[in-house]
């Protein structure tokens, strides 16, 4: 039965979800921002201590990456340690530094060094992930935890938007001032409700719950979902819920037999058959999605259209394509609780791998005019972000107990900054061997094989509590395949 979400529930966790978000619009910030200055950046006249030379141009645009990766593996236990509000707000920080040092420098190296350093805080993009999974209700989850990427391509359709109308200066200081307001607007949040309890703060958990679903602290509302919530952390107790959850025995069973007693989530998860495979699952969707194709358009926007349709302003064709990327991941945001993220990934996949395989050839064999170029560039954008693009940040934010919810992401996002890393280093390279369209066609392969791999390996969890999406993880792989919506 799908869960009920009062008018004031609805709206309290979208502004907070949005506000959470808002971490991953400062990460768009930084991705966007080598797009408009990198024409200024390695010329004679630039604004930087010397021109960059193109190794420095390849760090520029995958520096964030790396710096990301350094830091992902902790997320895990600063979640644990620290809280998901807290958490929030320390990875608020290295883009309020980061911003600072380039207010105050132009040497190539501390540019370089800074831009590295905002990526400490876009790993907090699994941060943002966890938490508003755990403050939303079930049946919103899905569409609250995908503005995580609306919220990114939102701070590229705002970088790209005043990249081209305001100074270089101006820009960096817009940007700081954002990045201060994020770790700010943080404040007026209630932490987790599930990481209170975790930590035994059942008092603080239920002001929690009573604030994002606008009820009475002493409501049976808010008795219910804190008797749910020590259900997921402590399988022993349910034997006082049974006689209030009859339907969910199957689950607590399932749960028993595999968490006895309390351990490390690294010892959980090598015990949890269910929990490996939903990592495993996880893990290939994001590298499969990210091979697409769509970090190279996103970070090297400009130089594309200038080379893919000199015809058009780079600038402009990048804003219009930050658009196309804001309104398809709103349309995903309402289509993912209704459409489920099985469907949309796997129809997403096919309709992108069709596009970057057009793309590809036109870019090659130039067999039509440049707006068709352009057209399949905004299509792809679009089909992409439907679904491919918002699908695995979502899969990864849910399919995890509470147990190993924080490691999880932690690994996931890994592999996540890895693939992004190589993706830009590999990308210039590859587009000077064997030229831009080809590598288009190489893209379209790898949509394919997610289609293939969505329709045959994912279990849908639309509308699932995390017990019950762990159930699918625990059938054998042809009862996998064949889950109904």
């Not at 890895?418 to 288009?440: D, E, K, Q, S």
Request: hydrophobic letters at 50%.
């Amino acid at each position: 039965m799908k869960e009920k979400v009062t008018f004031c529930a609805f709206v309290t966790q979208s502004l907070a979800a949005i506000i959470i978000a808002f971490l991953t619009s400062l990460t768009g910030f930084v991705y966007g921002w080598p797009s408009y200055t990198l024409a200024n950046f390695v010329s004679n006249e630039t604004l930087l201590s010397h021109p960059m030379s193109k190794l420095e141009v390849s760090l520029l645009g995958s520096l964030t990456n790396l710096g990301a990766l350094v830091v992902t593996p902790f997320i895990g236990y600063i979640l644990d340690s620290i809280g998901r509000k807290y958490s929030a707000m320390l990875f608020g920080l290295p883009s309020v530094i980061a911003w600072s040092v380039l207010c105050i420098t132009n040497y190539v190296p501390l540019i370089l060094l800074a831009v590295g350093f905002a990526g400490v805080g876009a790993a907090g993009q699994a941060v943002s992930s966890v938490y508003i999974s755990e403050i939303c209700q079930n049946s919103i989850r899905g569409a609250l935890t995908s503005t995580t990427v609306s919220g990114y391509f939102l701070g590229l359709l705002f970088t790209y938007t005043i990249g081209g109308r305001l100074t270089y200066h101006q820009v960096i200081y817009v940007h700081l001032s954002l990045s201060i307001l994020y770790v700010l607007l943080l404040a007026v949040l209630q932490d987790s409700p599930v990481y209170l309890m975790q930590k035994g703060r059942e008092q603080e958990a239920a002001r929690a719950v009573a604030f994002y679903r606008r009820v009475p602290v002493r409501s049976k509302e808010v008795e219910v979902v804190i008797a749910n919530i020590k259900l997921q952390l402590d399988p022993q107790s349910a034997n006082t819920l049974l006689a209030h959850e009859d339907s969910s025995k199957h689950l607590i069973k399932a749960k028993l037999k595999e968490n006895p007693k309390e351990q490390s989530a690294w010892a959980y998860l090598k015990k949890s058959e269910s929990s490996k495979r939903a990592l495993a699952t996880v893990i290939i969707v994001m590298v499969t999605t990210i091979c697409m194709g769509s970090i190279a358009l996103q970070v090297y926007a400009e130089p594309l259209f200038k080379e893919a349709v000199p015809s058009m302003d780079p600038n402009q064709c990048s804003i219009y394509l930050a658009i196309v990327y804001v309104v398809a991941s709103l349309v995903c945001s309402v289509l993912l609780d209704r459409l489920g993220r099985k469907f949309l990934l796997t129809t997403t996949s096919v309709g992108s791998g069709i596009l970057t395989l057009l793309l590809g050839t036109q870019l090659r064999y130039h067999w039509a005019p440049h707006w068709v170029t352009a057209t399949f560039i905004y299509v792809f954008g679009f089909v992409y972000n439907l679904g491919a693009a918002v699908v695995p940040f979502v899969l990864t934010a849910e399919v995890f107990l509470p147990e190993v919810r924080g490691l999880g992401n932690s690994i996931t996002m890994a592999f996540m900054w890895i693939m992004n890393f190589a993706t830009l280093i590999v990308f210039h390279p590859i587009v000077n061997i064997i030229g831009l369209g080809f590598t288009f066609c190489l893209f379209s392969v790898v949509c394919f094989f997610g289609a293939i791999y969505s329709q045959f390996c994912l279990p849908e969890t639309k509308g699932l509590s995390a017990d019950e999406i762990q159930l699918l993880f625990q059938k054998r792989p042809n009862q996998v395949r064949n889950n109904k919506v």
